[in-house]
């Protein structure tokens, strides 16, 4: 092969798909320098991609609220067929197609050891964890492409069992590689079981899949909040009830009249550190909603955080916000023995349960977050459509596989 065309960050505002070299069995040179790693790897592949998704954590980079430069390549949702393996490979074939966690992970170190593939030890040399096409993450190039190089591919790679029935429901599959289970860990980590009521902040595809996830762990009610009246539709469409923040209203006043008191059992955070006030013309403030759910759960609750929160934010509102210090009332959650889940989902912790419930269609996640099938050359307009809110999941199929 010649050639990759990728999805690349431009500057503020700005995409566009570029042709770089087709990927290596090698690892990016800031893991082989910062890391001491050797460069060849023989425990990788290269996969063809099949789907890739635009995530809201790229939007964020997007628009220039990260330190990401000019030049970063994007997209860590990714699905694909093997095209070719390294010599230390030994379960992965040609021809199987796998869903790519977005955390890339060395399955060797303590946290692999311990289930904790977000923040694995050997593959960033900057902080634990990595990922695809996100800044300050490894230097790995991104997914939202023709082709990609996964390391230790026997330890990243779930498999699909079937390749016709893969393909057949490839729509759902491809949430695998983060929003589906990284919704499902907002979920289960906001201790989500059967009868709970539930508060998800944020009707993006995120919270969709969080609010989706809660129903599938047996919740009784859920309720979604956000200022987005598409994106609130979309929740109401699989039987979610809705709260519209930009109305101005009493969070806890509409919780109330919903569910006939003013707390839930489970609060998610599904928005991070772009959060807005309440009301429609309201200003960022960026601990909105880890205020909200804090106030809305009863004492002793779980919160579940998978919303991003950034070390580095050009674009904060001042100056301790830019460098991820926010007004959290810690106070409140202390005194009410909140506990909280933040962090990069672990990915594998989920992800096969997950696929056995699409395979055996218990669970039908592309519905839910309104998968929207578009071409790499489609992406850039993706994004300006996604950044003004649009109810959407946009799956892009640089090779014209999906059905």
Not at 30 to 58: E, Q, R, W, Y
Not at 89 to 109: H, M, Q, T, Y
Not at 235 to 243: N, P, R
Not at 253 to 261: R, S, V
Request: with cysteine; charged share 20%.
């Amino acid at each position: 092969m010649s050639g990759n065309r990728v999805v690349v960050y431009k500057g503020p505002g700005e995409v566009e798909v570029e042709s770089i070299d087709y990927p290596k069995l090698e690892l990016p040179q800031d893991v082989v320098n910062g890391l001491g790693l050797k460069k060849n790897a023989p425990h990788a592949a290269i996969l063809k991609l099949v789907t890739t998704n635009i995530c809201g954590s790229d939007q964020h980079m997007v628009r220039g609220r990260t330190t990401a430069p000019v030049g970063q390549t994007l997209g860590h949702e990714i699905t694909g067929e093997v095209v070719e393996v390294g010599d230390d490979v030994l379960f992965v074939k040609e021809g199987d197609i796998c869903s790519v966690p977005f955390n890339i992970a060395c399955g060797r170190c303590r946290m692999c050891n311990e289930g904790k593939t977000g923040i694995c030890l050997n593959v960033n040399p900057a902080r634990a964890g990595a990922a695809y096409g996100y800044v300050d993450m490894g230097g790995w190039i991104g997914g939202q492409a023709e082709y990609v190089m996964v390391p230790f591919a026997d330890f990243n790679l779930l498999k699909f069992p079937d390749r016709d029935q893969a393909l057949e429901k490839i729509l759902d599959l491809t949430m695998l590689s983060d929003i589906f289970p990284t919704g499902y860990h907002g979920a289960a980590t906001a201790g989500v079981t059967s009868g709970s009521t539930v508060y998800v902040a944020g009707a993006g595809p995120v919270g969709l899949a969080a609010a989706y996830s809660a129903q599938l762990l047996g919740a009784a009610a859920v309720i979604v909040g956000d200022m987005n009246p598409d994106r609130l539709r979309q929740a109401e469409s699989f039987g979610c009830e809705t709260v519209d923040l930009s109305s101005g209203n009493d969070l806890v006043d509409m919780i109330e009249q919903i569910l006939g008191e003013p707390e839930v059992d489970a609060a998610v955070d599904a928005v991070g550190f772009e959060a807005r006030g309440h009301g429609a013309d309201a200003d960022e403030a960026p601990a909105t909603v880890l205020n909200d759910i804090m106030s809305i759960s009863r004492a002793g609750a779980s919160l579940g955080i998978p919303g991003l929160y950034v070390t580095g934010d050009p674009g904060g509102i001042d100056d301790n916000a830019k460098v991820g210090q926010i007004g959290v009332r810690l106070g409140l959650g202390w005194a009410k023995s909140h506990s909280f889940t933040t962090g990069q989902c672990p990915v594998k912790k989920y992800n096969r349960q997950l696929m056995n419930m699409i395979l055996n269609d218990k669970a039908h996640i592309a519905k839910a977050v309104n998968a929207t099938t578009i071409s790499l050359d489609e992406a850039a307009d993706a994004y300006q459509q996604f950044d003004k809110g649009v109810a959407m999941k946009y799956v892009i199929d640089p090779h014209g596989m999906v059905a």
